[in-house]
């Protein structure tokens, strides 16, 4: 299972790293063929190396994430 969550991070450090700009959490879903699960576990996976930028609006029911620069 390690395998497949360092793969979908992988994944989804490959798409925010050709973003422009924040993408959002429903933009990450529909852009990439990876189950819920995986997503959000890779996802925790970049947080906790400490790669994204995680923006969330003043209702806290949306987050724009980015990959954290320099």
């Known amino acids: 299972m390690n395998e497949a969550i360092g793969n979908a991070a992988g994944i989804i450090w490959?798409?925010?790293?050709?973003?422009s700009q924040p993408v959002t959490?429903?933009?990450l879903r529909k852009s990439l063929s990876l189950s819920s699960?995986?997503?959000?576990?890779g996802?925790?996976?970049l947080?906790?190396?400490?790669?994204?930028?995680?923006?969330?609006s003043?209702?806290?029911y949306s987050?724009?994430?980015?990959?954290k620069r320099g």
């Open 14 to 19: 490959r798409f925010l790293d050709q973003a």
């Open 25 to 27: 959490l429903s933009t």
């Open 37 to 41: 699960t995986l997503l959000m576990m």
């Open 43 to 45: 996802l925790g996976w």
């Open 47 to 56: 947080a906790r190396e400490d790669k994204l930028n995680i923006e969330t």
């Open 58 to 60: 003043d209702d806290s």
């Open 63 to 67: 987050y724009r994430i980015s990959l």
